[in-house]
């Protein structure tokens, strides 16, 4: 069973460019969650999703950041018109079908976004 | 979530016991405890949870009080490999991780 992948694993963009970042979850994952670690800083929450449905973006952006997982593909985080600020590691991370509690996140390697 | 507190810091010799420990005097009743650790820049990785009970698995085990206010993670055989970031994490079933600074656990030869 092939772990979380994510693509592309470096992204390089100068500012004002998009990015997209491609998370795929383990094999009969459909709960997905992107988080955000800035350069000597911890791992910070940003969006949580189901299968086309936006659960918690609470820690997003307001601007320039959004996301999706359809019901078919992988989830895309999606970052317009990059600013340097937006260098960082990004990470993917998906649990199986809701349990009551104690599912457990797999991650994946991670994509490291430079912007120039 | 409730707050977690760890050490920032804690050195341990490979081939001995590594014991992390973590407060968690505000966790409701049904946060479960997780522990995640990274290994320099890598994604993290899962290593345990548990609610009430004691937990152990092939990695690790996790002892958590009686009144559930704290928390130790141990790892019975550390190796030079074990060194990374470790966090304690306190939540509800399938919601965010927030993680806070963690403990820099480093193996010593």
């Known amino acids: 069973n092939a772990g979380v992948m994510q693509n592309p694993r470096h992204l390089v963009r100068r500012r004002g460019q998009e990015a997209r970042l491609r998370c795929s979850p383990m094999?009969?994952?459909?709960?997905v969650y992107w988080y955000r670690q800035l350069p000597e800083e911890g791992l910070k929450f940003m969006v949580y999703?189901?299968?086309?449905?936006?659960?918690?973006e609470s820690g997003m952006p307001k601007e320039r950041f959004s996301a999706e997982f359809p019901k078919e593909g992988p989830s895309i985080l999606r970052i317009q018109q990059v600013v340097r600020g937006d260098s960082a590691a990004y990470f993917c991370?998906?649990?199986?079908?809701?349990?009551?509690?104690?599912?457990?996140?797999?991650f994946g390697p991670g994509t490291r976004l430079t912007v120039l | 979530d409730a707050k977690t507190t760890q050490p920032p810091s804690m050195d341990c010799a490979e081939g001995r016991a590594a014991n992390l420990p973590c407060n968690h005097s505000?966790?409701?009743?049904?946060?479960?405890v997780y522990w995640y650790r990274q290994i320099h820049s890598q994604g993290p990785q899962y290593i345990i949870h548990?609610?009430?009970n004691n937990e152990t698995n092939e990695m690790a085990s996790l002892i958590i009080t009686e009144d559930r206010k704290s928390s130790t993670l141990i790892l019975p055989h550390a190796t030079l490999r074990d060194t990374a970031v470790y966090y304690c994490?306190?939540?509800?079933?399938?919601?965010?991780?927030?993680f806070g600074q963690g403990t820099r656990l480093t193996i010593n030869p």
């Open positions: 999703l189901q299968k086309e449905n936006i659960i918690d």
């Open positions: 991370a998906s649990s199986p079908p809701g349990l009551a509690g104690g599912d457990e996140q797999f």
């Open positions: 994490i306190a939540r509800p079933g399938a919601q965010k991780l927030v």
């Open positions: 548990g609610l009430k």
């Open positions: 094999k009969g994952h459909s709960h």
């Open positions: 505000t966790i409701s009743g049904n946060e479960y």
